[in-house]
């Protein structure tokens, strides 16, 4: 073999393998990218976005009508879950309401039907503490990527322990 078609070979081999690694790099993992104890704060620009998503054809917001055309996204309560995109849909938020000196923290995000096929993840949780917990109830955020499998053009379908729950559509 020509030695030209040696160093060809190298260096597509060589451009190959930066190019995967530089790919992976920029994936997000499915581990949290930011958990802290209470409700995920939405910013200025995603709460204007969010009043005018919420707004029917006659400027009333989704509190004025009464059988308002606008998709009603429950308030946080604490009997389930909660779980809201953040970043326009470049992130998940997942509440849980717990100890607060032992909060249940997802540790990981597992898309279990990618977009088209059902558009469902699972948030993992890690067995429960054994020990002394405070008896309050509050909220504890774990914050993941949104995973390149699932889209936010569909309802999303979040599986945190025994709770299901369905995210809109972005």
């Known amino acids: 073999m020509a030695p030209h078609a040696d160093v060809r070979r190298l260096l597509f081999t ?34 204007a976005a ?25 308030e946080p309560t604490g009997d389930e879950p909660y779980v809201q995109y953040l970043q326009d849909g ?14 249940v923290v997802s ?14 993840v699972e948030a993992v949780l890690p067995e429960p503490e054994d020990g002394p917990c405070t008896a309050d109830f509050v909220p504890h955020t774990t914050v993941f990527s949104t995973p390149y499998d699932v889209t ?3 309802p999303l379908e979040v599986t945190v322990g025994d709770a299901v729950v369905t995210v809109p559509i972005k």
């Open 107 to 120: 540790t990981d995000l597992r898309v279990t039907a990618p977009a088209g096929e059902g558009n469902a």
């Open 90 to 103: 470049g992130r998940l938020a997942i509440t849980i309401w717990g100890s607060s000196t032992c909060p």
């Open 152 to 154: 936010t053009t569909e």
């Open 14 to 47: 060589t451009v190959a393998v930066a190019a995967t690694l530089l790919l992976a790099g920029c994936a997000p993992g499915s581990g949290p990218v930011e958990d802290f104890a209470g409700l995920p704060v939405l910013d200025e620009e995603q709460e």
């Open 50 to 74: 969010g009043e005018a998503e919420n707004t029917d054809q006659g400027g009333e917001t989704e509190d004025e009508t009464e059988q308002g055309s606008a998709e009603e996204v429950p």
